[in-house]
């Protein structure tokens, strides 16, 4: 506080108003395989629509991740999605043809043309069909002593009623008599300009007529001719073509790789996939539309000209959500330039195109290239989804340092409270899970024996005790919960039943509690545990079973279908093998919770002068806490000290602050007992 040394007023404000922080209590994290979507990420997802939008829908691929989302996102509203991919995975992509648009030069050089000039235009598409059902007509000044281009621009270049058949670009005859383009026009020069069809492709045809011989013809090496030199023609026949080889194509590449961007047709007849759409616009544009199933869902204007909207730059990561856009030539860089107005190669201009005048004559055989893409639909095809049934632990695992598979799972940020890789029953992906759930201490990690795996009661017992072929090792750890048996479930999207990973159904009890009533609640029993969805277990369990996996230091959650009651999860053990307060799910979960509070509501104390107030402002922050969780039924008693008996000097030497808080978490009844005392009749029982 600064000392005050002159006479005055003065407010000084003061936050002293601190509280626990509140945060959302149940986030799950599933890690797994998808048809499409960002991979190695953790993305939030909030509805079903939403991970079917992003990553696909429910396929036959290893795991199942997508399928457990779906059922997640019924008990909850969100989730984070981890896709792993393997080496095999690969972008979907379309190759899309170039082609040229068919191009006729204007000029009144040695033509001696002294008033306006009329034109008419009739233009085809890539199919040759009409472009429009009339001949259009246009007015240009090409009188001497004009700005002949910007007199034909302004004609051509406006679209007068909305075809967007045509278009003028400046050229110019250099020292060798070639065309070449021309950015600068000055009043009185004889260069004009072109009159270029605005579809490209082998069908696209530009037919030009003038009240005066203006039409020139432009030939393969770039030079204007006619029947003579500089004489031109008043009408003229053009034809566009394609430039689409084994060497030069644009490829549009999905920003994902998977096989849910190919485009196909489902059992029902409905699209999957995407698919690319080419539509020409006026002069050099085009738009390039991505189609998802069917439907349009992106939009692009692009441009193959200099200084234009290059189509690699309009679709580029970040523009779009789906795609992106590359020029490939084997052997070769393409460069923007490459693909201006005057579209050259290392060999000069691209050849092709036939030019017919009035007399029919075949006098040249190519013009220079006013690129576009070709109109047209090509499908997204060669995805694939990276996923080896036999290969996949190193992928979902994942690394580290890089935080790909489940360690995408290890942030702080996510807030993420139970954690599974479901239907991919690996040992060393599980206890990679559960370890990360240790170390983490955010979450409790859901797992399951494989299908094949345990087939009776005892065979999930011996695997959970790493008695079995698929595990060789026990799970002990209060950050982990087992569930068996498997459950089969019908599954709209796929339109058929599936038997499904338990462990997807542990989780989504355990977020539906916290939606419920708390996060400390059992997830389990006919109150919270019941599942709807569910028609039949794996296997029938009776009252011995479930002592069995649930008792004599077993630690397996049976979900039991019960004939009246339904299919019920009816246990909530972790699998901790001692018998403590955290061998109950619901304790767990209430000391994660905790511990993400604290952290969160006391980061602030962090370097304030380590003495009495503190001390008590921290008491103050954390009382308020455990109060309101013990008037939530989450403890039944409390106390926190923080003062001199537990901060020591020695421990304020070394920079410590202290806090000791000891809790008694509330217990799940798991075992409701009528004891009946049967008397005789001169037996006293009221009074």
Same mark, same amino acid.
């Given at each position: 506080m600064a000392n005050i040394v002159s006479p005055g007023v003065y407010v000084i404000e003061k936050d002293i108003s601190n509280y626990p922080a509140t945060i959302d209590s149940t986030t799950v994290g599933v890690v797994g395989f998808a048809e499409k979507g960002p991979t190695n990420k953790a993305t939030l997802i909030t509805s079903q629509e939403r991970l079917v939008d992003t990553f696909g829908e429910p396929v036959e691929v290893v795991g199942q991740g997508v399928l457990a989302g779906l059922e997640i996102l019924e008990a909850s509203n969100r989730l984070y999605f981890v896709r792993a991919v393997d080496d095999d995975a690969k972008n979907a992509s379309a190759t899309?043809?170039?082609?040229?648009?068919?191009?006729?030069?204007?000029?009144?050089?040695?033509?001696?043309?002294?008033?306006?000039?009329?034109?008419?235009?009739?233009?085809?598409?890539?199919?040759? !069909? #009409?472009? +429009?059902?009339?001949?259009?007509?246009?007015?240009?000044?090409?009188? /001497?002593?004009?700005?002949?281009?910007? =007199?034909? !621009? #302004?004609? +051509?270049?406006?679209?007068?009623?909305?075809?967007?058949?045509?278009? /003028?670009?400046?050229?110019?005859?250099? =020292?060798?008599?070639d065309v070449a383009p021309k950015t600068v026009v000055t009043t009185g020069e004889t260069a004009a300009g072109f009159i270029v069809g605005s579809f490209a492709g082998s069908g696209a045809t530009l037919y030009v007529s003038a009240s005066e011989p203006v039409l020139m013809a432009v030939d393969q090496n770039g030079g204007v001719h006619a029947a003579s030199e500089l004489v031109g023609f008043s009408q003229l026949t053009v034809s566009g073509g394609s430039i689409y080889t084994s060497s030069l194509k644009y490829v549009v590449e999905s920003l994902y790789p998977g096989a849910g961007y190919n485009l196909g047709t489902k059992s029902d007849g409905s699209l999957s996939g995407n698919s690319i759409e080419v539509d020409p616009l006026g002069g050099s544009k085009f738009s390039v539309v991505l189609n998802d199933k069917g439907a349009l869902k992106e939009s692009f204007k692009a441009s193959l000209l200099n200084g234009g909207l290059f189509l690699t730059d309009v679709i580029s990561e970040g523009k779009s959500d789906f795609i992106q856009g590359s020029v490939y030539e084997e052997d070769a860089v393409i460069e923007p330039e490459k693909l201006a107005v005057f579209a050259s190669t290392a060999d000069g201009f691209i050849k092709g195109a036939a030019v017919s005048g009035v007399s029919g004559t075949a006098f040249v055989t190519g013009t220079p290239r006013f690129l576009k893409l070709v109109q047209g639909t090509v499908a997204m095809a060669s995805g694939d989804n990276g996923a080896d049934p036999n290969n996949y632990e190193e992928f979902v695992i994942g690394d580290p340092q890089e935080k790909t598979g489940i360690y995408a799972l290890d942030d702080d940020g996510l807030n993420l409270t139970i954690g599974l890789v479901p239907g991919l029953a690996s040992q060393n992906v599980q206890n990679a899970l559960i370890t990360l759930a240790e170390t983490s201490q955010n979450f409790i990690a859901c797992v399951s024996p494989p299908y094949l795996a345990a087939d009776t009661p005892q065979e999930a017992i011996d695997w959970s005790n790493g008695l079995s072929d698929t595990r060789t090792a026990a799970i002990n750890s209060s950050y982990a919960a087992i569930y068996w048996p498997w459950v089969k479930t019908f599954v709209p999207t796929l339109g058929e039943d599936k038997w499904l990973d338990p462990a997807i159904y542990g989780a989504r009890q355990i977020a539906y509690t916290a939606g419920v009533s708390e996060l400390w609640f059992a997830p389990a029993g006919f109150v919270r545990g019941r599942l709807t969805k569910p028609t039949q277990t794996q296997t029938i369990l009776n009252q011995g079973d479930r002592d069995s996996m649930y008792s004599g230091g077993n630690v397996i959650n049976p979900i039991v279908n019960f004939p009246q009651q339904g299919i019920t999860i009816f246990g909530q053990r972790t699998a901790q093998r001692a018998p403590t307060a955290l061998d109950r799910i619901n304790v767990r979960m209430l000391m994660i919770y905790i511990r993400k509070v604290l952290l969160l509501s006391t980061q602030r104390f962090a370097f304030e002068p380590n003495d009495a107030i503190l001390w008590s402002q921290i008491q103050e922050t954390v009382n308020p806490l455990l109060d309101d969780i013990k008037r939530r039924r989450g403890i039944t008693e409390f106390k926190v000290i923080c003062d001199e008996t537990v901060n020591t000097p020695l421990r304020v030497d070394r920079n410590e602050v202290w806090c000791k808080i000891l809790i008694k978490p509330t217990k799940a009844a798991e075992a409701v007992v009528f004891e009946l005392n049967i008397t005789s009749q001169s037996a006293k029982i009221s009074g």
């Open positions: 899309i043809p170039f082609g040229f648009c068919p191009a006729i030069a204007v000029s009144s050089a040695g033509v001696g043309v002294t008033k306006k000039v009329t034109f008419k235009v009739q233009v085809t598409d890539h199919t040759g !069909a #009409s472009a +429009f059902p009339f001949i259009k007509t246009y007015v240009a000044n090409l009188s /001497a002593g004009t700005d002949q281009f910007n =007199a034909l !621009a #302004s004609v +051509f270049g406006t679209d007068l009623d909305g075809l967007k058949a045509v278009a /003028a670009y400046p050229y110019e005859i250099d =020292a060798n008599g």
